[in-house]
């Protein structure tokens, strides 16, 4: 799957929201992609708009997501209903968005299996249970007769999983579904989803705001800041040698045992608003090593040598 200068905006009354302002990436059989920044960054519109769920006001005007050679940008709703939940799924931050909270577990996957498959009752069933065992989930025939709200918060996001997973799909967008969880509940989902890419050969973008999450599992990283992708490479690459002023920044503000006793760091200043962008690097306002050369816009480039592409004028580079 490949996304190429993608442009979704949304047209609002106080003017033209740039969410995702050209964006490039692309995600290999099996890969695991982590798509990581701040709220506000256009990582999640990035999803949406891979998922063709981008509602009024918001529209893609321009780029193209090529989906097994089919552009999904020109492909009309129905043929993205054909293909969501098939070949491409999403997973939620809340499963909530995924199960109905009044029907039971079994009777909403039968559903999931049967919107695509000519299958029998039955056959709708074993796949739903194969889809809780894969998961982890124990006691698989008792939990699909059992409602929502009788699951944990982490056994509910397992369960959506699960659905994303009935149809096999070749690419699952999760937009940041372990948020809500607790440390080792998280620990447990990454690890099985890393190991189902790989086992079944399902490419994966994992959309989060939490550079730790994405450390052990993506095998690359796109780091977005205001509508762009301004640093993107091997996972070991872009958090061990990181370029870009707001990837170290983001690096330099997750606590850690090596830098016990030193106040912690952090990016100063806010988010710009998507509405009214700062002249050429957006990122100007916040950068410590901002000068007259950042009002103009820097290009996307791969600096010799470092293997990984970073957006800035003034990346940091290795000595020696
Ligand atoms: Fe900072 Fe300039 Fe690089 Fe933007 S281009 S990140 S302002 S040094």
Redesign the pocket.
């Known amino acids: 799957m490949a996304v190429e200068d993608l442009k979704t905006h949304f047209f609002t009354k106080l003017g033209v929201v740039k969410a995702v302002n050209g964006v490039s990436f692309s995600v290999d059989k099996g890969e695991v992609v982590g798509l990581v920044g701040e709220s506000g960054s256009g990582k999640s519109v990035t999803g949406f708009s891979i998922m063709g769920l981008v509602d009024p006001p918001g529209r893609v005007v321009s780029g193209r997501i090529l989906f097994k050679g089919e552009d999904l940008v020109q492909a009309g709703e129905r043929r993205m209903r054909s293909l969501r939940g098939r070949r491409i799924a999403m997973i939620f931050q809340d499963p909530m968005m995924t199960l109905n909270p009044v029907l039971r577990i079994d009777t909403q996957m039968m559903e999931a299996v049967k919107a695509h498959a000519d299958v029998s009752t039955q056959s709708a069933r074993e796949r739903a249970r194969e889809a809780l065992v894969r998961v982890g989930i124990p006691s698989p025939d008792e939990r699909l007769k059992a409602y929502p709200h009788q699951f944990s918060g982490g056994m509910r996001q397992r369960v959506a999983i699960a659905t994303a997973l009935l149809h096999k799909p070749d690419l699952i967008v999760a937009d940041e579904p372990t948020t809500a969880l607790d440390v080792t509940i998280q620990g447990q989902i990454l690890y099985e989803v890393q190991k189902l890419c790989r086992e079944t050969g399902m490419s994966l973008i994992w959309i989060t705001h939490d550079l730790s999450v994405v450390a052990g599992l993506a095998d690359r990283i796109c780091v977005m800041y205001a509508g762009v992708i301004v640093e993107t490479g091997a996972t070991s690459d872009v958090l061990d040698r990181s370029m870009?002023?707001?990837t170290k920044g983001l690096i330099e503000s997750v606590p850690s045992r090596n830098r016990r006793g030193q106040p912690l760091a952090q990016i100063p200043g806010m988010t710009p608003s998507l509405l009214n962008l700062p002249p050429g690097?957006s990122?100007?306002p916040r950068?410590p090593?901002?000068d007259e050369?950042?009002l103009a816009e820097?290009a996307i480039a791969e600096p010799a040598g470092t293997g990984h592409s970073v957006r800035?004028?003034?990346p940091h580079l290795e000595q020696g």
């Open positions: 870009h002023p707001y690097c990122f100007h950068c090593r901002a050369v950042c820097p800035c004028f003034y």
